[in-house]
């Protein structure tokens, strides 16, 4: 949705999705509008709880068969697993995602790895589809005013138009952009501190692996550390995602910048940095 600024304040039920890397501040900017009658739809959350749930448990299921104690306990049924994923706790997606690697040093064997890749993929076009659902969910049942839908930082990875259209049909995009170098190398090094797991469209993959495993002197990606792999790739995501991104803000939504959103402490702050996007766009 596109707006001037008297539109925008007219606009009695706002609803806003948050475009970005992982890191920019797109999660608080979520908690922080939850005190504030905004619904906070999370992407990730979404995933975890409705279109990867399944193979999450399947996956742990798989490991506790491994466990003669656990399989005799799974197979008469005597006891049960749940994925408690929680909107502020991520990690059985994360888990479930998993690293590209060795599988002895908890890595994932490449096959494996791109079919969980796709799964995941789908799972995201899957819930961001589900967005204009959940906007009338969280008026019509939840009573909530407004709306932020915190997409994961691989919207711009999906390759999916119907997913773009709907998010611009029914919300109002706000893409949080890394202007300042310093902030950049802050951002790459935190994720490079404690790597985690990502998503990659496929030919990037490809074409990234390749490049590591000449340059390391590797045959296969099961000879990779895991993290050394991710630590590497990020700076490589980071920069490959960037004009992704702005070919969708640029058309359909506003950009503002890490730094700007970092000086948000309520509603009110929030609602005025959109004012100054939607006045300098």
């Known amino acids: 949705m596109k707006f001037d600024i008297e539109e925008f304040r007219r606009w009695e039920n706002k609803k806003v999705t948050l475009?970005?890397?992982?890191g920019v501040g797109k999660t608080y900017l979520s908690?922080?509008?939850?005190?504030?009658?905004?619904?906070?739809?999370?992407?990730?959350?979404?995933?975890?709880?409705?279109?990867?749930?399944?193979?999450?448990?399947?996956?742990?299921?798989?490991?506790?068969?491994?466990?003669?104690?656990?399989?005799?306990?799974?197979?008469?049924?005597?006891?049960s697993i749940q994925n408690n994923i929680k909107i502020h706790d991520l990690g059985p997606v994360l888990s479930y995602i998993g690293k590209?690697?060795?599988?002895?040093?908890?890595?994932?064997?490449?096959?494996?790895?791109?079919?969980?890749?796709?799964?995941?993929?789908?799972?995201?076009v899957a819930a961001m589809l589900d967005v204009p659902s959940f906007i009338n969910k969280a008026q019509n049942v939840y009573g909530y005013q407004h709306?932020?839908?915190?997409?994961?930082?691989?919207?711009?990875?999906?390759?999916?138009?119907?997913?773009?259209?709907?998010?611009?049909?029914h919300t109002l995009i706000l893409y949080i952009q890394v202007t300042d170098s310093e902030e950049e190398n802050k951002l790459i090094k935190r994720a490079q501190s404690a790597p985690?797991?990502?998503y990659y469209r496929p030919e990037f993959l490809q074409n990234e692996l390749a490049v590591y495993l000449k340059e390391n002197n590797l045959d296969y990606a099961a000879q990779m550390i895991p993290d050394e792999f991710t630590r590497?790739?990020?700076?490589?995501?980071?920069?490959?995602?960037i004009p992704r991104y702005e070919a969708i803000a640029s058309p359909y939504g506003y950009t503002?910048?890490?730094?700007?959103?970092?000086?948000?402490?309520?509603?009110?702050?929030?609602?005025?940095?959109?004012?100054?996007?939607?006045?300098?766009?």
């Open 147 to 169: 709306f932020v839908n915190d997409v994961g930082g691989s919207l711009c990875e999906l390759g999916s138009p119907q997913v773009i259209n709907t998010l611009v049909e």
């Open 256 to 281: 503002v910048t890490s730094q700007e959103v970092s000086q948000v402490r309520d509603q009110q702050d929030f609602l005025q940095l959109l004012e100054t996007a939607i006045a300098r766009s």
């Open 196 to 198: 985690k797991p990502l």
């Open 19 to 22: 475009l970005g890397m992982s």
């Open 232 to 241: 590497w790739i990020f700076p490589r995501l980071f920069h490959s995602r």
């Open 31 to 79: 908690a922080l509008l939850r005190d504030s009658q905004w619904f906070h739809f999370s992407g990730d959350y979404r995933i975890g709880t409705r279109y990867l749930d399944e193979p999450i448990i399947d996956m742990i299921k798989l490991q506790a068969m491994k466990v003669p104690f656990l399989k005799e306990l799974l197979r008469n049924d005597w006891i």
């Open 100 to 124: 590209l690697g060795n599988p002895e040093l908890g890595g994932i064997e490449l096959e494996d790895f791109i079919h969980r890749q796709d799964l995941y993929r789908q799972g995201e």
